[in-house]
T-cell receptor, first 112, second 117 residues
Framework: KNEVEQSPQNLTAQEGEFITINCSYSVGISALHWLQQHPGGGIVSLFMLSSGKKKHGRLIATINIQEKHSSLHITASHPRDSAVYICAAALYSGGGADGLTFGKGTHLIIQP | NAGVMQNPRHLVRRRGQEARLRCSPMKGHSHVYWYRQLPEEGLKFMVYLQKENIIDESGMPKERFSAEFPKEGPSILRIQQVVRGDSAAYFC???????????????FGSGTRLTVV
């Protein structure tokens, strides 16, 4: 069974700070997703990674397959980045699908 | 492209009633996934469907819950005889390719918030 652990659970930072959110998983996966959920809102898929690094605007996601670890970075953070960031691991089971296993999320608050 | 559409956004049901949650996947997507987010908990996988087929329902409660994805129309998550513990946000996602493909991309809907009173 795959366990997905995120840290920190809660993070409050000042506008402009560099933010790092970590995600570790326990079994081999086919891909890892980073999702963003605003309070009372829907879920936005930020990245899907199977190796290396991806960048979109001020967001950067990296994954180390050997260490079973991924990080999400936010550069020049802004109050509108305040949200819950969720890491989700996708298992490749070949004949079927397990869907995604989700971390509990990191509650990020960026103060002006 | 309207994205993944879920409706209703909010649904209130009395205990014992039925709840029907609808999910229209993105155009061109034939794989649909349902997830439940209980208050103060993370998202949990419920069921994965392709057109007219349930591929994996390992996350679905054995009783009162069912899902379908007919040839025409949206995917439906049906909860019969709802109880207070069913109150949660239910999210649907869709993808063009299945999870066995290395680059299947998920798109999530905005969710349906079910409140059982």
């Amino acid at each position: 069974k795959n366990e997905v652990e995120q840290s920190p659970q809660n993070l409050t930072a000042q506008e402009g700070e560099f933010i790092t959110i970590n995600c570790s998983y326990s079994v081999g996966i086919s891909a890892l997703h980073w999702l963003q959920q605003h309070p009372g809102g829907g879920i936005v898929s930020l990245f899907m990674l199977s190796s290396g690094k991806k960048k979109h605007g001020r967001l950067i996601a990296t994954i180390n397959i050997q260490e079973k670890h991924s990080s999400l970075h936010i550069t020049a953070s802004h109050p509108r980045d305040s949200a819950v960031y969720i890491c989700a691991a996708a298992l490749y089971s070949g004949g079927g699908a397990d869907g995604l296993t989700f971390g509990k999320g990191t509650h990020l608050i960026i103060q002006p | 492209n309207a994205g993944v559409m879920q409706n209703p956004r909010h649904l209130v049901r009395r205990r014992g009633q039925e709840a029907r949650l609808r999910c229209s996947p993105m155009k061109g997507h034939s794989h649909v996934y349902w997830y439940r987010q209980l208050p103060e908990e993370g998202l949990k996988f419920m069921v994965y469907l392709q057109k007219e087929n349930i591929i994996d329902e390992s996350g679905m409660p054995k009783e009162r819950f069912s899902a379908e994805f007919p040839k025409e129309g949206p995917s439906i998550l049906r909860i019969q005889q709802v109880v207070r513990g069913d109150s949660a946000a239910y999210f649907c996602a869709s993808s063009r390719l299945g999870p066995a493909s290395a680059n299947y991309g998920y798109t999530f809907g905005s969710g349906t918030r079910l409140t059982v009173v």
